[in-house]
Nanobody, 118 residues
């Protein structure tokens, strides 16, 4: 089973950019499809972007055109490039690993805080 560690969060002004990273260790990275989710205060965790089993990526409407999920298998890392950030993007961002062809619950990292002041 993999363990996940996110990094790259911070405070940036509206319109700024951040690159989040999630490094996996302790398991077979190829067994998982990966995704980014976020949770704002008082709200449920929601999808940001997630790989699909066929290789495409599903983006939330709020992410389309601004965020890009990418994967480096050699480094066991996924990234989330976030551009044109808005105050509504303020949340804790979580990396999730979803085992292929399995009903096992996802594995989550500890999260990284992203703050965009209004």
């Amino acid at each position: 089973q993999v363990q996940l560690v996110e990094s790259g969060g911070g405070l940036v002004p509206p319109g700024g950019s951040l690159l989040l990273s999630c490094v996996a260790s302790g398991g077979s990275f190829s067994m998982y499809v990966m995704g980014w989710y976020r949770q704002a205060p008082g709200k449920q965790r929601e999808l940001v972007a997630r790989e699909l089993s066929g290789g495409s990526i599903n983006y939330a409407d709020s992410s389309k055109g601004r965020f890009t999920l990418s994967r480096d298998n050699a480094k066991k890392t996924i990234f989330l490039q976030m551009n044109n950030l808005k105050p509504d993007d303020t949340a804790v961002y979580y990396c999730g690993a979803f085992e292929r062809r399995s009903t096992a619950p996802p594995i989550w990292g500890q999260g990284t805080q992203v703050t965009i002041p209004s």
